[in-house]
Structures are given as structure tokens and as C-alpha cells.
């Protein structure tokens, strides 16, 4: 059974005080920081790079899930690797199978994983479907990439739901991370339909309490794969 992993998304907290999003998902027990990286042409908005990454890696050890939402993550993988980065995330949409193992081998390398991302509209492609077995991660996004804040898409939710068989079918332990409008109402959505690493932006630092948020995420998150466990996932 893949573990609840939760995965605050800095991006949704105050962009001058990213020590701050960071304690906070410290002090919430969250099990690692989800760093979105968007280069202002793969989706409509520019994040951060590299430099920001090593500046947070500084001041912690949790995890980094660096998500690269870029049009040429193999330009850039060495130096989020080198900034810290634990898990690496890039988008299918921009890679073939090529590219893909040239990621691989260098993720590999340096002992960090590589993790597969999907659009909401994006099946996951047959490329991938052979190389389940190289991810540390597949992400099925639930909203279009570029900003934080958006409500969930649950039409994403068959795919979500098969990708998790496909996963189980072949014995892949690869993570099942969900990413996009996740908040404490709609953990059961995701979870029932075997999703476990789940990202969340302003579901937790739009919260009043975000730290408290976290634990309650993963209370829901734990109840909803009970409850998952006695019905089977969902589709
Ligand atoms: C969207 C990012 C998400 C986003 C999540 O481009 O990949 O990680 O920040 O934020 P919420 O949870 O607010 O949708
Ligand atoms: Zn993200």
C-alpha cells in the first residue's frame, strides 16, 4: 500500500516569505514541499529557478518535489538536482521516450527520482506506460498548470482511477500524486481513487490555520482509504 504522503505547495503562500511556507509544513508534519517551477511558456505564469531552491534547502530537510512545469526540463534537470531537489517532475507533454531516458539516467545518477506529470486532458502516453518501473511518480494534475487556487477538475477522476489499476496490475510502487485544488472537502475524491501523495496550495496556505490543515488533510486522507479499503477504488 503506497503511504499518504502530503505535499504543501509553497507557491499558494506569500512569495517574500517562503522560509515561512516552508516552517509551516514542517510544523505540520507534511512529508514533503512541493516546488513549482513554471517558466512562463509551458503554462501562464513564472515562478521561481534553481537559485530559490538552494536558498530553501538551506533552511530545511524536508523532501523537495520539485515540479517543472518548463518546455525544456532537460536543460534544467542538472541544476535542480544540484539545488537540492529529492524528486524531480517533468510533464509528458514535452518529452518522448529519448528525453525521457535521458532524464532517467541522470535523475538515477545523482539517487533521486523522476516523477511523470499529466495534464488534465493528457493520457498517460504509450512511452510511459512501458517505463512505469522508472518512476518515482506519477502526477495526474486536476487543474491546468499556472497557478494556485483553482477548484479541482473531477472529470480527471476515471484517469486518475486507471492509471492507479495500471499501476497495481503491473506491481509498480510508484507514488500516485495528485496535483491541483486539493483541499480537506475533496481528499476522499482523490484517495478513493488511489491517489497518495497529495499536493495542496491554497487548500493549505489559504486555510486560517495551515499547519492545522495539514494534520487534517492527512486525518481525511487516512479515513478516505479506510473507507476505500473495505469498497474497493473507486472509478
Ligand atoms: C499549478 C501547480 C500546483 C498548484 C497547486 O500550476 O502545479 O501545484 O500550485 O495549488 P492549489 O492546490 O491551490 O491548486
Ligand atoms: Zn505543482
Not at 121 to 142: F, K, N, Q, S, Y
Request: charged share 25%; hydrophobic share 45%.
Amino acid at each position: 500500500m503506497r503511504p499518504i504522503r502530503i505535499a504543501p505547495s509553497i507557491l499558494a503562500w506569500d512569495l517574500g516569505d517562503l522560509r515561512g511556507a516552508v516552517e509551516i509544513a514542517e510544523q505540520g508534519g507534511a512529508d514533503q514541499v512541493h516546488l513549482d517551477v513554471i517558466d512562463g511558456h509551458f503554462a501562464p505564469n513564472i515562478t521561481f529557478g534553481p537559485g530559490t531552491v538552494k536558498a530553501l534547502r538551506r533552511i530545511s530537510d524536508l523532501t523537495f518535489d520539485t515540479h517543472l512545469m518548463i518546455d525544456d526540463p532537460s536543460a534544467y534537470a542538472q541544476k535542480f538536482l544540484d539545488a537540492g531537489s529529492d524528486i524531480l517532475t517533468v510533464h509528458s507533454e514535452v518529452l518522448d521516450a529519448k528525453r525521457f531516458d535521458e532524464l532517467h539516467s541522470l535523475v538515477r545518477s545523482k539517487g533521486k527520482a523522476l516523477g511523470l506529470a499529466l495534464k488534465p486532458a493528457t493520457p498517460l502516453p504509450a512511452w510511459a506506460a512501458e517505463r512505469l518501473d522508472r518512476l518515482g511518480c506519477i502526477m495526474v494534475m486536476t487543474v491546468n498548470p499556472g497557478f494556485s487556487g483553482q477548484t479541482m477538475d473531477l472529470s480527471v477522476m476515471p484517469k486518475l482511477a486507471g492509471i492507479s489499476r495500471l499501476l497495481d496490475e503491473k506491481g509498480v510502487s510508484a507514488d500516485v500524486e495528485v496535483d491541483g485544488g486539493v483541499e480537506p472537502e475533496n481528499v476522499h475524491e482523490v484517495v478513493s481513487r488511489g491517489g497518495n501523495v497529495l499536493v495542496a496550495g491554497a487548500g493549505v496556505y489559504a486555510a486560517k490555520d495551515p499547519v492545522a490543515t495539514i494534520r487534517r488533510l492527512r486525518d481525511k486522507a487516512v479515513h478516505a482509504r479506510e473507507a476505500a479499503g473495505q469498497g474497493g477504488l473507486a472509478s
